[in-house]
Protein backbone atom coordinates (compact mmCIF):
# COMPACT_ATOMS: atom_id res chain seq x y z
CA UNK A 1 0.00 0.00 0.00
CA UNK A 2 2.60 2.78 0.91
CA UNK A 3 4.11 1.60 -2.52
CA UNK A 4 1.71 2.52 -4.33
CA UNK A 5 1.03 5.69 -2.32
CA UNK A 6 4.44 6.26 -3.54
CA UNK A 7 3.79 6.39 -6.78
CA UNK A 8 1.08 9.42 -6.17
CA UNK A 9 2.70 12.91 -7.34
CA UNK A 10 2.94 15.24 -4.72
CA UNK A 11 0.30 17.94 -5.38
CA UNK A 12 2.58 20.48 -3.72
CA UNK A 13 4.37 22.33 -6.78
CA UNK A 14 7.91 22.19 -6.20
CA UNK A 15 7.94 25.14 -8.17
CA UNK A 16 7.22 28.65 -6.99
CA UNK A 17 4.65 30.36 -8.75
CA UNK A 18 4.93 34.42 -9.62
CA UNK A 19 3.54 37.03 -11.38
CA UNK A 20 5.51 36.66 -14.37
CA UNK A 21 4.26 36.77 -18.15
CA UNK A 22 4.58 33.60 -20.42
CA UNK A 23 7.83 32.97 -22.72
CA UNK A 24 5.72 34.37 -25.76
CA UNK A 25 5.33 37.38 -24.26
CA UNK A 26 8.65 37.89 -22.57
CA UNK A 27 9.84 37.73 -26.28
CA UNK A 28 7.64 39.91 -27.70
CA UNK A 29 9.48 43.33 -28.94
CA UNK A 30 6.74 45.44 -27.93
CA UNK A 31 7.47 48.50 -25.82
CA UNK A 32 5.75 48.58 -22.73
CA UNK A 33 4.86 51.97 -20.68
CA UNK A 34 5.43 50.81 -16.84
CA UNK A 35 4.15 53.95 -15.69
CA UNK A 36 1.22 53.46 -17.35
CA UNK A 37 -1.84 53.55 -15.17
CA UNK A 38 -5.43 51.81 -16.23
CA UNK A 39 -8.15 54.86 -16.23
CA UNK A 40 -10.93 54.21 -14.64
CA UNK A 41 -14.00 56.63 -13.31
CA UNK A 42 -12.18 57.07 -10.18
CA UNK A 43 -8.78 57.97 -11.37
CA UNK A 44 -10.97 60.40 -13.90
CA UNK A 45 -12.79 62.33 -11.25
CA UNK A 46 -9.53 62.43 -9.02
CA UNK A 47 -7.67 64.21 -12.13
CA UNK A 48 -11.08 66.51 -12.54
CA UNK A 49 -10.86 67.82 -9.06
CA UNK A 50 -6.79 68.22 -9.47
CA UNK A 51 -8.02 70.33 -12.85
CA UNK A 52 -10.84 72.20 -10.33
CA UNK A 53 -8.46 72.96 -7.83
CA UNK A 54 -6.03 74.51 -10.40
CA UNK A 55 -8.56 76.36 -11.79
CA UNK A 56 -9.68 77.64 -8.18
CA UNK A 57 -6.29 78.71 -7.14
CA UNK A 58 -5.70 80.59 -10.55
CA UNK A 59 -8.89 82.23 -10.19
CA UNK A 60 -8.35 83.44 -6.37
CA UNK A 61 -4.46 84.51 -7.22
CA UNK A 62 -4.20 86.07 -10.72
CA UNK A 63 -5.84 89.60 -10.23
CA UNK A 64 -6.85 90.01 -13.37
CA UNK A 65 -9.48 87.11 -13.51
CA UNK A 66 -11.10 89.15 -10.17
CA UNK A 67 -14.64 90.25 -10.99
CA UNK A 68 -14.39 94.15 -10.96
CA UNK A 69 -15.39 96.46 -13.30
CA UNK A 70 -13.29 97.10 -15.96
CA UNK A 71 -13.44 99.42 -19.15
CA UNK A 72 -14.40 96.14 -21.65
CA UNK A 73 -16.79 94.88 -18.59
CA UNK A 74 -15.09 91.75 -18.36
CA UNK A 75 -16.53 89.17 -16.15
CA UNK A 76 -18.18 91.72 -13.98
CA UNK A 77 -19.53 89.43 -11.82
CA UNK A 78 -22.01 90.13 -8.76
CA UNK A 79 -19.88 91.86 -5.90
CA UNK A 80 -18.43 89.25 -3.38
CA UNK A 81 -20.09 88.30 0.03
CA UNK A 82 -21.14 85.09 1.32
CA UNK A 83 -23.18 82.74 -1.30
CA UNK A 84 -26.95 82.63 -0.75
CA UNK A 85 -28.34 79.07 0.21
CA UNK A 86 -29.44 77.17 -2.46
CA UNK A 87 -30.08 73.50 -1.19
CA UNK A 88 -33.10 72.20 -2.60
CA UNK A 89 -36.27 72.00 -0.78
CA UNK A 90 -37.04 68.04 0.22
CA UNK A 91 -40.22 66.74 -1.12
CA UNK A 92 -41.18 62.99 -2.30
CA UNK A 93 -41.90 62.36 -5.96
CA UNK A 94 -44.16 64.46 -7.99
CA UNK A 95 -45.51 65.97 -5.07
CA UNK A 96 -48.92 66.62 -3.83
CA UNK A 97 -49.67 70.89 -3.76
CA UNK A 98 -51.88 73.39 -3.41
CA UNK A 99 -52.71 74.13 -7.03
CA UNK A 100 -49.70 76.87 -8.29
CA UNK A 101 -48.81 77.92 -11.44
CA UNK A 102 -45.34 78.83 -11.15
CA UNK A 103 -43.50 77.99 -8.70
CA UNK A 104 -40.85 80.06 -7.86
CA UNK A 105 -37.31 79.77 -6.38
CA UNK A 106 -36.12 80.33 -2.09
CA UNK A 107 -35.35 84.22 -2.04
CA UNK A 108 -31.69 85.07 -1.98
CA UNK A 109 -29.84 85.91 1.52
CA UNK A 110 -27.13 87.91 0.55
CA UNK A 111 -28.29 91.51 0.71
CA UNK A 112 -25.30 92.95 -0.90
CA UNK A 113 -26.81 90.95 -4.60
CA UNK A 114 -30.36 92.41 -3.93
CA UNK A 115 -30.41 94.94 -6.44
CA UNK A 116 -29.71 92.73 -8.74
CA UNK A 117 -31.40 89.43 -7.74
CA UNK A 118 -34.91 90.07 -7.01
CA UNK A 119 -36.67 88.06 -4.03
CA UNK A 120 -38.63 84.89 -4.85
CA UNK A 121 -40.72 82.28 -3.14
CA UNK A 122 -40.52 78.80 -3.61
CA UNK A 123 -39.78 75.56 -5.81
CA UNK A 124 -39.84 72.18 -6.08
CA UNK A 125 -36.76 70.38 -6.77
CA UNK A 126 -34.83 67.38 -6.42
CA UNK A 127 -34.05 66.30 -3.09
CA UNK A 128 -30.34 66.32 -1.68
CA UNK A 129 -28.42 64.90 1.05
CA UNK A 130 -25.30 66.58 0.40
CA UNK A 131 -24.16 69.83 2.40
CA UNK A 132 -24.26 72.99 0.43
CA UNK A 133 -20.59 73.64 -0.68
CA UNK A 134 -19.05 77.29 -2.31
CA UNK A 135 -19.72 77.45 -5.92
CA UNK A 136 -16.27 76.92 -7.82
CA UNK A 137 -15.32 78.48 -10.62
CA UNK A 138 -15.71 76.74 -13.76
CA UNK A 139 -14.15 77.38 -17.53
CA UNK A 140 -15.20 76.28 -20.71
CA UNK A 141 -12.11 76.93 -23.27
CA UNK A 142 -10.08 80.40 -22.40
CA UNK A 143 -13.69 81.69 -20.53
CA UNK A 144 -13.58 81.04 -16.86
CA UNK A 145 -16.64 82.50 -14.68
CA UNK A 146 -16.47 82.58 -11.17
CA UNK A 147 -18.53 81.27 -8.65
CA UNK A 148 -19.96 84.87 -7.81
CA UNK A 149 -21.00 84.90 -11.54
CA UNK A 150 -22.24 81.20 -11.74
CA UNK A 151 -24.51 82.01 -9.07
CA UNK A 152 -25.87 85.23 -10.71
CA UNK A 153 -26.60 83.62 -13.54
CA UNK A 154 -27.94 80.29 -11.95
CA UNK A 155 -30.01 82.54 -9.75
CA UNK A 156 -31.55 84.57 -12.90
CA UNK A 157 -32.15 81.31 -14.71
CA UNK A 158 -33.86 79.79 -12.09
CA UNK A 159 -36.22 82.49 -11.05
CA UNK A 160 -36.85 83.91 -14.69
CA UNK A 161 -36.32 80.83 -17.20
CA UNK A 162 -37.08 77.72 -15.55
CA UNK A 163 -40.69 78.08 -14.67
CA UNK A 164 -41.67 77.93 -18.13
CA UNK A 165 -40.12 74.80 -18.42
CA UNK A 166 -39.33 73.19 -15.16
CA UNK A 167 -37.58 70.05 -16.86
CA UNK A 168 -34.23 70.95 -14.55
CA UNK A 169 -34.66 69.74 -11.11
CA UNK A 170 -31.19 70.04 -9.68
CA UNK A 171 -30.07 73.83 -9.89
CA UNK A 172 -26.77 73.80 -7.05
CA UNK A 173 -24.10 74.54 -9.59
CA UNK A 174 -21.50 72.29 -8.65
CA UNK A 175 -24.11 69.51 -9.01
CA UNK A 176 -25.20 70.33 -12.29
CA UNK A 177 -21.39 70.52 -13.92
CA UNK A 178 -21.02 67.09 -11.79
CA UNK A 179 -23.87 66.15 -13.47
CA UNK A 180 -23.73 67.42 -17.06
CA UNK A 181 -20.64 69.87 -18.36
CA UNK A 182 -23.28 70.69 -21.24
CA UNK A 183 -26.41 71.33 -19.07
CA UNK A 184 -24.16 73.61 -17.02
CA UNK A 185 -23.17 75.64 -20.18
CA UNK A 186 -26.84 75.89 -21.39
CA UNK A 187 -28.44 77.32 -18.24
CA UNK A 188 -25.60 79.88 -18.13
CA UNK A 189 -26.16 80.36 -21.95
CA UNK A 190 -29.70 81.04 -21.85
CA UNK A 191 -30.12 82.84 -18.59
CA UNK A 192 -26.75 85.67 -20.36
CA UNK A 193 -29.48 86.16 -22.64
CA UNK A 194 -30.84 89.01 -20.88
CA UNK A 195 -28.79 89.09 -18.27
CA UNK A 196 -25.40 89.24 -19.32
CA UNK A 197 -22.53 90.77 -16.84
CA UNK A 198 -20.02 90.03 -19.91
CA UNK A 199 -21.12 91.65 -23.18
CA UNK A 200 -18.60 89.19 -25.08
CA UNK A 201 -19.74 85.96 -22.84
CA UNK A 202 -23.09 85.16 -25.04
CA UNK A 203 -21.31 85.77 -28.43
CA UNK A 204 -18.64 83.49 -26.96
CA UNK A 205 -20.99 80.81 -26.12
CA UNK A 206 -23.05 80.78 -29.67
CA UNK A 207 -19.84 80.19 -31.02
CA UNK A 208 -18.48 77.32 -29.04
CA UNK A 209 -21.14 76.10 -27.24
CA UNK A 210 -23.25 74.18 -30.00
CA UNK A 211 -19.91 72.67 -30.75
CA UNK A 212 -19.90 70.61 -27.73
CA UNK A 213 -23.17 70.03 -27.37
CA UNK A 214 -23.28 68.15 -31.50
CA UNK A 215 -20.21 66.11 -29.37
CA UNK A 216 -22.14 65.11 -26.56
CA UNK A 217 -24.99 63.93 -28.90
CA UNK A 218 -23.18 61.72 -31.10
CA UNK A 219 -22.01 59.64 -28.52
CA UNK A 220 -24.75 57.73 -27.57
CA UNK A 221 -25.73 56.50 -24.68
CA UNK A 222 -27.23 59.97 -23.38
CA UNK A 223 -28.31 60.14 -19.56
CA UNK A 224 -30.69 62.14 -18.63
CA UNK A 225 -29.07 65.75 -17.84
CA UNK A 226 -27.79 65.64 -21.40
CA UNK A 227 -30.83 65.33 -22.58
CA UNK A 228 -32.38 68.44 -20.45
CA UNK A 229 -29.34 70.19 -21.95
CA UNK A 230 -30.78 69.15 -25.38
CA UNK A 231 -34.36 70.45 -24.71
CA UNK A 232 -33.51 73.90 -22.62
CA UNK A 233 -31.48 74.76 -25.92
CA UNK A 234 -34.52 74.10 -28.07
CA UNK A 235 -36.62 75.80 -25.65
CA UNK A 236 -34.69 78.81 -25.92
CA UNK A 237 -32.64 78.47 -29.03
CA UNK A 238 -29.90 81.09 -30.23
CA UNK A 239 -31.67 83.99 -31.49
CA UNK A 240 -29.71 83.69 -35.15
CA UNK A 241 -31.05 80.12 -35.71
CA UNK A 242 -33.08 80.91 -38.63
CA UNK A 243 -36.17 78.49 -39.66
CA UNK A 244 -33.91 76.34 -41.88
CA UNK A 245 -30.84 76.31 -39.89
CA UNK A 246 -32.37 76.01 -36.17
CA UNK A 247 -30.93 72.69 -34.83
CA UNK A 248 -33.97 72.25 -32.37
CA UNK A 249 -35.95 69.41 -34.53
CA UNK A 250 -32.84 67.58 -34.18
CA UNK A 251 -32.12 68.01 -30.97
CA UNK A 252 -35.43 67.38 -29.93
CA UNK A 253 -35.06 63.95 -32.25
CA UNK A 254 -31.63 62.95 -30.54
CA UNK A 255 -33.41 63.56 -26.78
CA UNK A 256 -36.50 61.33 -28.02
CA UNK A 257 -34.05 58.28 -29.02
CA UNK A 258 -32.26 58.71 -25.56
CA UNK A 259 -35.19 58.91 -23.58
CA UNK A 260 -36.77 55.85 -25.18
CA UNK A 261 -33.29 54.02 -24.59
CA UNK A 262 -33.45 55.22 -20.94
CA UNK A 263 -37.21 53.97 -20.44
CA UNK A 264 -38.33 57.42 -19.57
CA UNK A 265 -41.73 57.21 -21.43
CA UNK A 266 -42.19 54.31 -18.25
CA UNK A 267 -42.32 57.39 -15.83
CA UNK A 268 -39.74 55.62 -14.16
CA UNK A 269 -36.50 56.97 -13.28
CA UNK A 270 -34.69 53.67 -13.47
CA UNK A 271 -36.66 50.58 -15.05
CA UNK A 272 -35.32 47.32 -14.64
CA UNK A 273 -35.99 46.64 -18.55
CA UNK A 274 -34.66 49.47 -19.93
CA UNK A 275 -31.55 49.15 -17.38
CA UNK A 276 -28.00 50.52 -19.40
CA UNK A 277 -24.95 48.87 -18.40
CA UNK A 278 -22.93 51.75 -19.79
CA UNK A 279 -24.77 54.90 -17.67
CA UNK A 280 -24.76 54.79 -13.73
CA UNK A 281 -28.20 55.48 -13.34
CA UNK A 282 -29.03 57.85 -10.68
CA UNK A 283 -32.50 59.53 -12.01
CA UNK A 284 -35.61 59.94 -10.12
CA UNK A 285 -39.07 59.29 -10.93
CA UNK A 286 -40.32 62.70 -10.30
CA UNK A 287 -36.95 63.99 -12.93
CA UNK A 288 -38.16 60.86 -15.55
CA UNK A 289 -41.38 62.65 -15.72
CA UNK A 290 -40.63 66.27 -16.18
CA UNK A 291 -38.22 65.11 -19.02
CA UNK A 292 -40.04 62.87 -20.66
CA UNK A 293 -42.93 65.49 -20.36
CA UNK A 294 -41.02 68.24 -21.63
CA UNK A 295 -40.06 66.08 -24.91
CA UNK A 296 -43.53 65.46 -25.74
CA UNK A 297 -44.23 69.32 -25.44
CA UNK A 298 -40.94 70.23 -27.33
CA UNK A 299 -41.36 67.86 -30.47
CA UNK A 300 -45.15 68.86 -30.84
CA UNK A 301 -44.37 72.93 -30.49
CA UNK A 302 -41.36 73.10 -32.81
CA UNK A 303 -43.56 70.44 -35.24
CA UNK A 304 -46.30 72.64 -35.29
CA UNK A 305 -43.55 76.16 -35.35
CA UNK A 306 -41.65 74.50 -38.43
CA UNK A 307 -44.65 73.39 -40.29
CA UNK A 308 -43.62 69.51 -40.32
CA UNK A 309 -45.79 66.38 -39.67
CA UNK A 310 -46.99 65.83 -36.13
CA UNK A 311 -44.20 63.64 -34.10
CA UNK A 312 -44.67 60.50 -32.82
CA UNK A 313 -47.35 60.49 -30.82
CA UNK A 314 -46.05 59.75 -27.01
CA UNK A 315 -48.20 61.12 -25.24
CA UNK A 316 -48.69 58.58 -22.40
CA UNK A 317 -50.14 58.57 -19.09
CA UNK A 318 -46.90 57.44 -17.83
CA UNK A 319 -46.35 60.49 -15.61
CA UNK A 320 -49.63 60.38 -14.71
CA UNK A 321 -49.62 56.70 -13.08
CA UNK A 322 -46.55 57.68 -11.14
CA UNK A 323 -48.31 60.42 -9.33
CA UNK A 324 -51.26 58.44 -8.75
CA UNK A 325 -53.67 58.81 -11.45
CA UNK A 326 -54.09 62.21 -10.73
CA UNK A 327 -54.47 64.97 -13.50
CA UNK A 328 -51.50 66.86 -14.53
CA UNK A 329 -52.44 70.31 -14.14
CA UNK A 330 -52.46 69.12 -10.65
CA UNK A 331 -48.98 67.90 -9.98
CA UNK A 332 -47.44 70.12 -12.51
CA UNK A 333 -49.40 73.05 -12.64
CA UNK A 334 -49.00 75.07 -15.53
CA UNK A 335 -46.55 72.35 -16.89
CA UNK A 336 -48.90 69.97 -16.82
CA UNK A 337 -51.95 72.03 -18.68
CA UNK A 338 -49.10 73.03 -21.57
CA UNK A 339 -48.71 69.27 -21.76
CA UNK A 340 -52.62 68.57 -21.89
CA UNK A 341 -52.74 71.47 -24.77
CA UNK A 342 -50.15 69.96 -26.82
CA UNK A 343 -51.65 66.79 -27.05
CA UNK A 344 -54.48 67.93 -28.23
CA UNK A 345 -52.49 69.91 -31.00
CA UNK A 346 -50.85 66.72 -31.28
CA UNK A 347 -54.00 64.65 -32.06
CA UNK A 348 -55.70 67.70 -34.60
CA UNK A 349 -52.39 68.24 -36.37
CA UNK A 350 -52.65 64.09 -37.30
CA UNK A 351 -56.47 64.53 -38.01
CA UNK A 352 -55.81 67.74 -40.26
CA UNK A 353 -52.71 66.19 -41.90
CA UNK A 354 -54.50 63.06 -43.16
CA UNK A 355 -57.04 65.32 -44.73
CA UNK A 356 -55.00 67.27 -46.69
CA UNK A 357 -53.13 64.50 -48.34
CA UNK A 358 -56.47 63.59 -49.94
CA UNK A 359 -57.79 66.87 -50.26
CA UNK A 360 -55.30 69.96 -50.21
CA UNK A 361 -57.82 72.03 -47.91
CA UNK A 362 -59.85 71.73 -44.94
CA UNK A 363 -63.40 71.82 -45.35
CA UNK A 364 -66.00 73.43 -42.76
CA UNK A 365 -67.19 70.36 -41.78
CA UNK A 366 -64.07 69.13 -40.63
CA UNK A 367 -63.37 72.81 -38.97
CA UNK A 368 -66.52 72.53 -36.86
CA UNK A 369 -65.52 68.61 -35.78
CA UNK A 370 -62.35 70.44 -34.56
CA UNK A 371 -64.15 72.85 -33.04
CA UNK A 372 -66.39 70.77 -31.22
CA UNK A 373 -63.42 68.38 -30.00
CA UNK A 374 -61.42 71.48 -28.90
CA UNK A 375 -64.66 72.55 -26.77
CA UNK A 376 -64.42 69.00 -25.49
CA UNK A 377 -61.21 69.32 -24.02
CA UNK A 378 -61.03 73.20 -22.72
CA UNK A 379 -64.30 71.88 -20.81
CA UNK A 380 -62.32 68.93 -19.16
CA UNK A 381 -59.32 71.54 -18.20
CA UNK A 382 -61.86 74.49 -17.40
CA UNK A 383 -60.89 73.99 -13.57
CA UNK A 384 -57.39 74.19 -14.19
CA UNK A 385 -57.78 77.08 -15.88
CA UNK A 386 -57.39 80.05 -13.35
CA UNK A 387 -54.37 82.17 -14.51
CA UNK A 388 -53.48 84.40 -17.00
CA UNK A 389 -50.46 82.03 -18.73
CA UNK A 390 -52.50 78.84 -18.35
CA UNK A 391 -55.28 80.67 -20.10
CA UNK A 392 -52.76 82.30 -22.63
CA UNK A 393 -51.92 78.26 -23.10
CA UNK A 394 -55.32 77.13 -24.40
CA UNK A 395 -55.92 80.31 -26.04
CA UNK A 396 -52.54 79.24 -28.36
CA UNK A 397 -54.02 75.80 -28.65
CA UNK A 398 -57.34 77.52 -29.96
CA UNK A 399 -55.29 79.75 -32.31
CA UNK A 400 -53.65 76.79 -33.76
CA UNK A 401 -56.76 75.00 -34.40
CA UNK A 402 -58.85 77.64 -35.88
CA UNK A 403 -55.44 78.48 -38.38
CA UNK A 404 -56.64 75.62 -40.62
CA UNK A 405 -59.53 77.82 -41.69
CA UNK A 406 -57.45 79.27 -43.87
CA UNK A 407 -57.02 76.45 -45.88
CA UNK A 408 -60.19 76.17 -47.55
CA UNK A 409 -62.27 74.06 -50.64
CA UNK A 410 -61.80 76.12 -53.24
CA UNK A 411 -65.79 76.06 -53.33
CA UNK A 412 -66.44 77.15 -49.95
CA UNK A 413 -68.51 80.48 -50.29
CA UNK A 414 -66.60 84.19 -49.21
CA UNK A 415 -69.53 84.51 -46.49
CA UNK A 416 -68.08 81.35 -44.90
CA UNK A 417 -64.26 82.25 -45.25
CA UNK A 418 -64.95 85.68 -43.85
CA UNK A 419 -66.80 84.35 -40.98
CA UNK A 420 -64.13 82.14 -40.05
CA UNK A 421 -61.34 84.22 -40.69
CA UNK A 422 -63.10 86.47 -38.21
CA UNK A 423 -63.33 83.81 -35.42
CA UNK A 424 -59.88 83.63 -36.17
CA UNK A 425 -58.95 87.46 -36.02
CA UNK A 426 -60.62 87.43 -32.40
CA UNK A 427 -59.01 84.59 -30.88
CA UNK A 428 -55.96 86.52 -32.45
CA UNK A 429 -56.58 89.33 -30.72
CA UNK A 430 -57.05 88.13 -27.26
CA UNK A 431 -53.62 86.01 -27.31
CA UNK A 432 -52.05 89.64 -27.86
CA UNK A 433 -53.90 90.81 -24.87
CA UNK A 434 -53.09 88.16 -22.95
CA UNK A 435 -49.39 88.15 -23.68
CA UNK A 436 -49.73 92.45 -23.03
CA UNK A 437 -51.07 91.67 -19.42
CA UNK A 438 -48.59 89.07 -18.88
CA UNK A 439 -45.69 91.21 -20.08
CA UNK A 440 -46.76 93.95 -17.49
CA UNK A 441 -45.08 95.03 -14.05
CA UNK A 442 -47.50 92.95 -12.10
CA UNK A 443 -47.41 89.71 -14.30
CA UNK A 444 -49.97 87.57 -13.70
CA UNK A 445 -50.46 88.92 -10.29
CA UNK A 446 -47.00 88.55 -9.51
CA UNK A 447 -46.72 84.63 -10.56
CA UNK A 448 -44.49 85.47 -13.98
CA UNK A 449 -43.66 88.71 -13.14
CA UNK A 450 -42.13 91.86 -15.52
CA UNK A 451 -40.95 91.36 -18.76
CA UNK A 452 -42.32 88.19 -19.71
CA UNK A 453 -41.77 87.89 -23.05
CA UNK A 454 -38.03 88.27 -22.53
CA UNK A 455 -38.11 84.88 -20.67
CA UNK A 456 -40.43 83.00 -22.53
CA UNK A 457 -39.60 80.12 -24.62
CA UNK A 458 -39.40 80.30 -28.12
CA UNK A 459 -42.89 78.88 -28.64
CA UNK A 460 -44.45 81.10 -26.53
CA UNK A 461 -43.00 84.11 -29.01
CA UNK A 462 -43.97 81.90 -32.19
CA UNK A 463 -47.31 82.12 -30.64
CA UNK A 464 -47.22 86.02 -30.34
CA UNK A 465 -46.27 86.07 -34.34
CA UNK A 466 -48.84 83.96 -35.30
CA UNK A 467 -51.30 85.63 -33.79
CA UNK A 468 -49.85 89.26 -35.39
CA UNK A 469 -49.80 87.73 -38.77
CA UNK A 470 -53.44 87.05 -38.89
CA UNK A 471 -54.23 90.39 -37.55
CA UNK A 472 -52.17 91.93 -40.34
CA UNK A 473 -53.44 89.56 -42.67
CA UNK A 474 -57.23 90.21 -42.05
CA UNK A 475 -56.91 93.95 -41.64
CA UNK A 476 -54.86 94.31 -45.12
CA UNK A 477 -57.26 91.87 -46.84
CA UNK A 478 -60.57 93.49 -45.72
CA UNK A 479 -61.69 90.47 -43.86
CA UNK A 480 -61.60 91.91 -40.38
CA UNK A 481 -65.10 92.97 -39.74
CA UNK A 482 -66.27 95.93 -36.92
CA UNK A 483 -62.55 97.22 -36.68
CA UNK A 484 -63.01 101.50 -36.02
CA UNK A 485 -59.49 102.53 -36.00
CA UNK A 486 -57.38 100.10 -37.38
CA UNK A 487 -53.91 102.12 -36.99
CA UNK A 488 -54.82 101.66 -33.03
CA UNK A 489 -54.59 98.52 -33.19
CA UNK A 490 -51.56 97.81 -35.55
CA UNK A 491 -50.15 100.36 -33.10
CA UNK A 492 -50.76 97.95 -30.01
CA UNK A 493 -49.82 94.88 -32.06
CA UNK A 494 -46.32 96.08 -33.31
CA UNK A 495 -45.74 97.11 -29.55
CA UNK A 496 -45.87 93.53 -28.33
CA UNK A 497 -43.63 92.51 -30.85
CA UNK A 498 -41.43 95.12 -29.36
CA UNK A 499 -41.34 93.55 -26.66
CA UNK A 500 -39.86 90.53 -27.94
CA UNK A 501 -36.78 91.45 -28.95
CA UNK A 502 -34.13 90.00 -26.79
CA UNK A 503 -31.37 90.10 -28.82
CA UNK A 504 -30.52 92.66 -32.08
CA UNK A 505 -30.71 90.58 -35.17
CA UNK A 506 -33.37 87.84 -33.72
CA UNK A 507 -36.48 86.86 -34.91
CA UNK A 508 -38.17 89.16 -33.28
CA UNK A 509 -36.54 92.47 -34.49
CA UNK A 510 -37.09 90.87 -38.52
CA UNK A 511 -40.93 90.53 -37.67
CA UNK A 512 -41.07 94.25 -36.71
CA UNK A 513 -39.11 95.26 -39.48
CA UNK A 514 -41.44 93.42 -42.03
CA UNK A 515 -44.46 94.93 -40.55
CA UNK A 516 -43.72 98.28 -39.74
CA UNK A 517 -43.04 98.21 -43.81
CA UNK A 518 -45.90 96.51 -44.68
CA UNK A 519 -48.22 98.68 -42.56
CA UNK A 520 -46.75 101.55 -44.19
CA UNK A 521 -47.00 101.38 -47.66
CA UNK A 522 -50.26 99.55 -47.71
CA UNK A 523 -52.04 102.18 -49.24
CA UNK A 524 -49.27 101.33 -52.40
CA UNK A 525 -50.16 97.64 -51.60
CA UNK A 526 -53.60 98.00 -52.45
CA UNK A 527 -56.30 95.48 -50.55
CA UNK A 528 -55.01 91.65 -50.34
CA UNK A 529 -55.96 89.06 -51.76
CA UNK A 530 -58.43 86.75 -49.34
CA UNK A 531 -56.03 85.20 -46.43
CA UNK A 532 -55.63 81.93 -48.36
CA UNK A 533 -52.61 80.19 -47.11
CA UNK A 534 -50.45 78.24 -50.06
CA UNK A 535 -49.01 75.93 -47.99
CA UNK A 536 -51.55 73.85 -46.95
CA UNK A 537 -49.23 70.80 -45.97
CA UNK A 538 -46.96 73.18 -43.82
CA UNK A 539 -50.63 72.12 -40.94
CA UNK A 540 -49.48 74.41 -38.00
CA UNK A 541 -47.79 77.19 -39.64
CA UNK A 542 -49.93 76.99 -42.72
CA UNK A 543 -50.82 80.76 -41.70
CA UNK A 544 -47.84 81.81 -41.04
CA UNK A 545 -46.00 80.88 -43.99
CA UNK A 546 -49.08 81.45 -45.98
CA UNK A 547 -49.11 85.05 -44.99
CA UNK A 548 -45.25 85.84 -45.53
CA UNK A 549 -45.43 84.47 -49.07
CA UNK A 550 -48.34 86.65 -50.37
CA UNK A 551 -46.73 89.71 -48.38
CA UNK A 552 -43.29 89.06 -50.24
CA UNK A 553 -44.80 88.72 -53.09
CA UNK A 554 -46.73 91.97 -53.07
CA UNK A 555 -43.93 93.86 -52.15
CA UNK A 556 -41.85 92.51 -54.71
CA UNK A 557 -44.50 93.47 -56.88
CA UNK A 558 -44.52 96.99 -55.86
CA UNK A 559 -40.79 97.51 -55.52
CA UNK A 560 -40.05 96.16 -59.22
CA UNK A 561 -43.07 98.18 -60.64
CA UNK A 562 -41.73 101.10 -58.99
CA UNK A 563 -37.87 100.90 -60.28
CA UNK A 564 -39.48 100.22 -64.06
CA UNK A 565 -41.18 103.86 -63.76
CA UNK A 566 -37.90 105.56 -62.13
CA UNK A 567 -35.57 103.94 -65.26
CA UNK A 568 -38.16 105.38 -67.90
CA UNK A 569 -37.25 108.62 -67.01
CA UNK A 570 -38.19 111.62 -68.54
CA UNK A 571 -40.60 114.42 -66.81
CA UNK A 572 -42.98 111.93 -65.86
CA UNK A 573 -40.98 109.76 -64.08
CA UNK A 574 -41.93 109.55 -60.24
CA UNK A 575 -39.45 110.54 -57.92
CA UNK A 576 -37.67 107.99 -55.22
CA UNK A 577 -39.72 108.10 -52.33
CA UNK A 578 -39.30 106.89 -48.89
CA UNK A 579 -41.45 104.37 -48.93
CA UNK A 580 -39.24 102.99 -51.66
CA UNK A 581 -36.21 102.97 -49.91
CA UNK A 582 -38.27 101.40 -47.24
CA UNK A 583 -39.13 98.50 -49.98
CA UNK A 584 -36.08 98.43 -51.20
CA UNK A 585 -33.98 97.45 -48.19
CA UNK A 586 -36.50 94.99 -46.86
CA UNK A 587 -36.35 93.18 -50.15
CA UNK A 588 -32.37 93.32 -49.83
CA UNK A 589 -31.82 93.25 -46.20
CA UNK A 590 -34.13 90.83 -44.68
CA UNK A 591 -32.75 87.15 -44.44
CA UNK A 592 -36.24 85.59 -45.13
CA UNK A 593 -35.60 82.32 -44.35
CA UNK A 594 -35.67 83.84 -40.99
CA UNK A 595 -39.22 82.76 -40.58
CA UNK A 596 -40.26 80.97 -43.95
CA UNK A 597 -38.29 78.29 -45.77
CA UNK A 598 -40.56 77.81 -48.42
CA UNK A 599 -38.24 78.75 -51.57
CA UNK A 600 -40.19 78.24 -54.56
CA UNK A 601 -40.52 81.61 -55.63
CA UNK A 602 -37.19 83.22 -55.27
CA UNK A 603 -34.43 82.81 -58.16
CA UNK A 604 -32.90 79.33 -57.38
CA UNK A 605 -30.32 79.92 -60.62
CA UNK A 606 -27.90 81.91 -58.91
CA UNK A 607 -25.13 83.05 -60.99
CA UNK A 608 -21.49 83.06 -60.56
CA UNK A 609 -20.85 85.38 -58.30
CA UNK A 610 -22.86 84.14 -55.69
CA UNK A 611 -21.36 80.74 -55.86
CA UNK A 612 -24.37 79.04 -57.18
CA UNK A 613 -26.21 79.95 -54.24
CA UNK A 614 -30.56 80.97 -54.36
CA UNK A 615 -31.04 85.00 -54.81
CA UNK A 616 -33.35 86.44 -52.63
CA UNK A 617 -33.78 89.28 -55.18
CA UNK A 618 -36.01 88.55 -57.92
CA UNK A 619 -34.45 90.30 -61.58
CA UNK A 620 -36.66 93.89 -61.75
Not at 71 to 96: C, F, I, M, N, V
Request: net charge negative; glycine share 6%.
Amino acid sequence: MSGKASLVPDPTPTRIRRNTACTSCRDSKCVVDRSHKRTTRRSKLEELEKEMLTIKNAVQNAPGLTPSPTPHGRLTGPASGPSPDLSPTTYSSLPERPRASLPALPSPQNPERGARLAPATEVYLTPTSEPHQPTQPWALGSKVLPGDEVEYYFDHYFKHFHPYFPTVRIREPNRVYAASPILFWTIITVACRAYACDAELFSFLAQNLPREVWAVAMTPPLDLPAINALLVLSAWPFPSANNSSDPSSSYVAIAMNASLMLGLHTGRGAHREFSNVYLHRTATDEEACYTWTGYNILAQRIASINGYPPPAGFFNEAASRVSGGQPLPETMGYFGLLYEAQKFCNRLSRSVLAVVEDAESVPDAVLRLLEDDFSRVRATLARHETTELERFTLLAAQLEMQTYALAPVAATPVATLRGNVNRLYGTAQQVVEAAVRLDGEDGDGGRTGPRFLVHAPYNIHRTVFDAVAVVFDALMSGFADGVEDPDAEVRAVLAVVKRCVVREGDLASWVLRLLETCWGVRHRLGVLEAPVTECPRRVGALGAFGCVKRWRRRLDALRTERYAQICQGGDDAPTVTAEDVAVGDLMQDVDWAMLMDVMDDFDWEGSAKAGGEPSLLMPG
